[in-house]
């Protein structure tokens, strides 16, 4: 079935340590997305790829970087200089101007 | 700036109809969305309105926007426990690349 797979579901970080979370799709979309969610918050966007090597920033970029050496992958990495990591990140991908499908999420918690 | 506002809470009666609201800024946003947030879980499109719309029904969902007044409302009809979740409400952004910018959600539980 297509869809969206992020991974690890749960991942811890300690501190001064840089972590990598993966979001797979095979919905053959070009545009990808990450957000943060926090408790009794909407989804804040962190950084979206329209393209295959072309990303930008969004609303809260600082302390995170992504790459999007592929169609299908757009990973996060939450740097040490990330000093409020602690979230649940959901990834997103579109077709155009279609609507945003999600992922599951992953919960990360630092140590 | 863009912002959407919601209604932190609903509680209904199974059976009962639901109704939650959403207030936006965007006067320009082509699209509307509803989206459902199980315990966990990522979240899930219900449904959508284009601005040109003011009503659009999708078997026991019904959504009305009210473009004058910036207010748009998801009806869930014969509402169930499975329908208890977060009920976030978005609107695209007028900064283009199809940035959505959502409210903070609505908790709905449904009790017996």
């Known amino acids: 079935d297509g869809g969206i797979t992020q991974s690890p579901k749960y991942l811890f970080r300690k501190e001064g340590q840089n972590v990598t979370l993966s979001c797979e799709q095979n919905?053959?979309?070009?545009?990808m997305y990450w957000y943060r969610q926090d408790p009794g918050q909407g989804l804040r966007l962190i950084y979206y790829?329209?393209?295959?090597?072309?990303?930008q920033k969004g609303d809260i970029a600082e302390g995170y970087s992504v790459s999007r050496e592929k169609k299908e992958s757009f990973p996060l990495t939450v740097t040490s200089a990330q000093k409020n990591p602690t979230a649940f990140y959901l990834c997103?991908?579109?077709?155009?101007?279609?609507?945003?499908?999600f992922g599951d999420g992953t919960r990360l918690s630092i140590l | 700036g863009e912002d959407v506002e919601q209604s932190l809470f609903l509680s209904v009666r199974e059976g009962d109809s639901s109704v939650i609201n959403c207030t936006y800024t965007?006067?320009?946003?082509?699209?509307l969305y509803w989206y459902k947030q199980e315990p966990g879980a990522g979240l899930q499109l219900l449904t959508y309105?284009?601005?040109?719309?003011d009503m659009k029904q999708d078997q026991r969902l019904t959504v009305l926007l009210n473009k004058k007044d910036k207010h748009l409302s998801l009806r869930i009809a014969d509402t169930q426990t499975g329908d208890s979740a977060i009920y976030f409400c978005?609107?695209?952004?007028?900064?283009?690349?199809?940035?959505?910018?959502f409210g903070a959600g609505t908790r709905l539980a449904v009790h017996p």
């Open positions: 997103a991908s579109s077709a155009g101007g279609q609507p945003q499908h």
């Open positions: 919905l053959n979309h070009d545009a």
């Open positions: 790829s329209q393209i295959v090597n072309d990303f």
């Open positions: 965007d006067s320009s946003s082509t699209y």
């Open positions: 309105i284009f601005s040109n719309m």
């Open positions: 978005a609107e695209i952004s007028s900064g283009g690349y199809n940035k959505l910018i």
